[in-house]
């Protein structure tokens, strides 16, 4: 049926009539400027002169962002030289890493917009280096393949920076925590809430600023919003992404300076047994996907 639908299109849906395929492809292309990346992946199957537009540069251009060189030079220039604009915004689709490994940017494939993620081997972690408060264990629910785990501590602060040319939107940043501990048991994914403590005692403060004077606050217990099932009841053993704030780019230049921070710092009580895994930074009206990751079994 795929096949006869083609050839309609290309050769009229009447005989001598007019088909699709006689539509010049500069008007086609000027059509696909006001559509997705999938949508003209889609489309290209169709006939030669949509397939002619869905590789034109002109379009793709238009669904990178005005900044997009920015990210292409933190590959090496053999990545990216030389290749056609749909071939670098497919390039750009998937993590560029960069600052040791330890950040990741790349392009949402609907919207062509930048998000990023940062890894918690990139955080300041008050007392990281005592094994008796925090740990590292390797794990494939993060992207970065290591996730920091809270064993027990009084003063509780996590911070970290990122300087970036976003380019102008909105975005939210977020922290990605699991309460609780999670390991493999014969093929299973288990959660285990022995440590888990003081959490619900106090709540964590949330901040962050930017270079050009934006601040947002919150706090929450961690415990308050765990992720529920159909039926209401809370289900724990969840990646949950805690919401800092938001903040407004109006332009790429100068480069944007984004300082955030968590902190539970009232040492009247101890917690512990909790992952963290990374900071998110991306587009805040922008449909959040389920990533490779994010486990909730």
């Known amino acids: 049926m795929g096949a006869s639908l083609s050839n309609a299109a290309e050769n009229g849906f009447a005989t001598g009539g007019t088909g699709l395929g006689d539509i010049p492809e500069s008007c086609v292309a000027c059509v ?4 997705t990346p999938p949508e003209i992946c889609n489309l290209a199957r169709l006939n030669r002169a949509f397939r002619g537009a869905a590789s034109s540069d002109a379009v793709w251009e238009s669904k990178l962002p005005s900044n997009y060189h920015h990210m292409l030079d933190l590959l090496p220039p053999w990545r990216h030289e030389g290749l056609s604009k749909k071939c670098i915004f497919s390039l750009l689709s998937r993590p560029v890493s960069f600052d040791n490994d330890y950040k990741e940017v790349w392009l949402d494939r609907i919207s062509g917009r930048i998000c990023m993620s940062i890894s918690s081997k990139a955080l300041s972690i008050t007392s990281s280096e005592d094994r008796r408060h925090w740990n590292w264990f390797p794990t494939d629910e ?3 393949q290591v996730v920091a785990y809270c ?8 911070s970290g920076t990122v300087k970036f040319p976003f380019p102008p939107d909105i975005y939210t940043l977020t922290f990605r925590i699991h309460i609780g501990k999670f390991l493999k048991r014969l093929g299973r994914r288990v959660s285990n809430f022995e ?4 959490w619900d005692l106090g709540p964590v403060r949330y901040e962050l600023s930017t270079s050009d004077g934006q601040h947002a606050v919150s706090n929450c217990l961690l415990h308050d919003i765990e992720q529920h099932d159909a039926k209401g009841n809370i289900k724990r053993g969840c990646w949950i992404e805690y919401k800092v704030g938001e903040f407004i780019v109006s332009r790429s ?7 955030f921070s968590m902190k539970q710092i009232d040492c009247t009580h ?7 895994d990374s900071v998110s930074i991306i587009p805040s009206n922008l449909k959040r996907c389920k990533r490779t990751g994010s486990f909730c079994k």
């Open 270 to 276: 101890s917690k512990g047994g909790m992952c963290l």
């Open 195 to 198: 440590h888990t403590h003081g």
């Open 253 to 259: 230049d100068p480069v944007t300076e984004v300082r």
């Open 32 to 35: 696909f400027m006001y559509l």
């Open 142 to 144: 993060s992207r970065f």
């Open 151 to 158: 064993q027990q501590v009084w003063w509780f602060e996590v």
